[in-house]
């Protein structure tokens, strides 16, 4: 009888403990790399030479990425940071520019000893991926865009005003209005901790991120010689010639089309997931094993 009872508390315990292995493999490990003094903050799951980066949008951090990483970190390394001036990143009063989020990613894979890495931008993130494969190509083995532009949005005037509602003392009311207009279906939950991020980013990185984000000069015609996933929400925003536009700079280009809102990933995440593992596994993109499990 005592063997018996015995052989069972050995299951119980084999069992607890390969659950809380596996747990732990997907809390990552969180770590600062430094760029020009400033700490950037990020979380590395898994081991290995290359890794699929996880590159938030403006105003928000890597926690947007939450229900993307257990899936992404089963298959390969994962590296998630949080841009400078957001989340967890050091804020000082600089300028936010699409090629100081580009250094910084660098900073990171630096730091975590990552070679070379597909880059995932969601929203500003996807100019911030191009600035990083303009100014890194070798480093740069894919970009996954996630409901990002890769062109400027409308008139310079515009622009202008868009940014200048952010530069008035209620900039936090014009950050409610423009959540609205993107939270799509999102559950109550997933508003919340969106809405909370965007109002713990200081004014002036946002200001400075979305002046940067609005200039011309950021939007050439230079090619994407590697291969391309864009998944973007059905949107009257997006011009008729989007995909043509697209295939113009990324010959290499598959592109999927979500009815969702801004927030792709956080909507409907397991289809999210889905594609982009299969575009990962299409183009024979990272290892698909992970020493973390």
Not at 159 to 176: C, I, S
Not at 231 to 252: C, H, I, N
Not at 256 to 280: D, S
């Amino acid at each position: 009888m005592k063997l018996k009872y015995t052989g069972k508390l050995f299951v119980i315990m084999a069992f607890v403990v390969a659950v809380s292995a596996s747990a732990a493999a997907f809390d990552g490990e969180s770590k600062y790399a430094k760029l020009d003094g400033a700490r950037i903050h990020y979380t590395s799951y898994g081991k290995g030479p290359d890794a699929l980066v996880l590159i938030h949008g403006w105003g928000c951090d890597l926690t947007h990425w939450r229900d993307q990483i257990p899936e992404f970190a089963k298959r390969n390394r994962v590296i998630a940071l949080d841009l400078p001036g957001h989340g967890e990143s050091d804020k000082p009063p600089i300028t936010y520019s699409m090629d100081l989020f580009a250094n910084a990613i660098d900073s990171v894979l630096r730091d975590a000893k990552v070679e070379r890495a597909v880059v995932m931008g969601h929203s500003m993130g996807t100019p911030v991926a191009r600035q990083f494969y303009r100014k890194y190509p070798q480093k740069t083995l894919g970009i996954v865009i996630v409901d990002g532009g890769l062109r400027p949005f409308g008139t310079k005037e515009m622009r202008e005003q868009f940014v200048a509602m952010f530069r008035a003392p209620t900039y936090k009311d014009a950050l409610t209005q423009m959540f609205a207009q993107m939270k799509g279906t999102l559950a109550p939950d997933d508003q919340e901790r969106i809405k909370a991020s965007f109002s713990n980013t200081p004014q002036h990185v946002l200001v400075s991120a979305m002046e940067n984000m609005a200039q011309d000069s950021l939007y050439g015609t230079d090619k994407i010689n590697v291969p391309v996933l864009a998944v973007l929400a059905k949107s009257p925003f997006w011009q008729p010639d989007t995909e043509k536009f697209l295939r113009s700079l990324a010959p290499d280009l598959e592109l999927q089309w979500f009815e969702t809102g801004h927030f792709v990933m956080v909507e409907k995440p397991k289809e999210f997931n889905e594609a982009v593992i299969a575009f990962l596994n299409k183009k024979a993109l990272l290892k698909q094993d992970n020493s973390t499990n």
